[in-house]
């Protein structure tokens, strides 16, 4: 990273998070920066940071602290940020993960059931528009997985993320499955994978049931909890456990379909009505961006931990296969992420804790976060 500028400019711009000779192994990349301003009446300072990469310009505010997402290419990335007079060229190298061991997601549509998820009417709910949301949010999902990894001084280290979203038909009846427990769900919809052709005991299963049906016509005032809210919500559930996480889908129609959907989802403060959409915002009444942040958070514990009540429970295993970091026990508690195995109960309820081990329970670090 170079970088270039008038010889009387004043600004400066840094990159924090990536040098020279790193290589990502994420398709998503989180980058993130300093500047500071000139205070000269000579180079005046600007109001926004451009951001160019494969030819297409951006902006970002121009503020002190600054942090972009970027869809980047399998190969060589030139990016190029520019502030006042100030120019900084910086090398992506974008090298996917290549274990053996992969994390597939799936759609999983139950016999009857016409795949389309539940959504507000502008939103595009059938089966291929479910797929590039939950493939979009597995890669913002492994990402956040390596940034997290990085910064503890792990290096960039995630899961290998397949390809596409599989839509998976079950042979399980739609009404038979709103009818049906959270456990019985997961054995059932479990127990399909495993005798299908997706088969493998090298893959990680990241699943989403369309048939999930929130009656909005039952809503009363009186529904206070999240609890009550369950109650009447059919075929929820987000559980996991051995080799998968499955899902619900009441929220998806508030995830982004498409990269350049990211920020606004986030931003989007529309309301959600319960008289009509489940809230799985925590309370909040907000949809966009409290909404997408909860959901995408619930996606994130389906890989780190899953999500039971405010709790986490055990979901994917990693398993650690020469310096490629795969899986074996994550939680997501609020929103700390601590990667731990085998903790005793006194550790795991401990807040801040950051315990990172390999597959013989030997600490390779360990710090409050």
Known sequence: MTPKRSPDCPHQLQVLNFQPTDVTPCA???????????????????????????GTSRQLPARRRFKALLEVAEGRN??????????????????????????????????????????????????????????LASKLLQTFTAEKLQETGLGRRTFTLEDRCHVFRSALPAEEARRMSQEALWTRIGRDIMRSPLRSQRRKYLAFLSCTRYDGLRFTSELTTHEDALKITEAYVALGGGGLALFGSASLHSWPEAFEEIAPRFLDATPIDPRHLLDDSCYRWLGGS??????????YDAHSGAVKATAGIRVVELRRR??????????FEGRVLRHFFQLPPEARLAPFLLVVEDNCGNILKQEAQ
């Open 290 to 299: 409290a909404g997408a942040a909860r959901e995408v958070s619930l996606v």
């Open 78 to 135: 030139d990016v190029i940020l520019q502030f006042g007079c100030r120019r900084l060229e910086v090398r992506l190298d974008h090298v996917p993960p290549t274990s053996l061991f992969t994390v597939l997601p799936l759609y999983v549509i139950c016999a009857g059931h016409s795949g389309e998820f539940q959504a507000p009417p502008t939103e595009n709910c059938d089966p291929q528009s479910a797929c590039r949301r939950i493939h």
């Open 28 to 54: 998503i990349v989180r980058l993130l920066g300093l500047t500071s301003p000139s205070r000269s009446l000579s180079c005046p300072d600007p109001e926004f940071i451009t951001l160019t990469l494969k």
């Open 322 to 331: 020469e310096d490629q970091l795969i899986g074996r026990s994550w939680t």
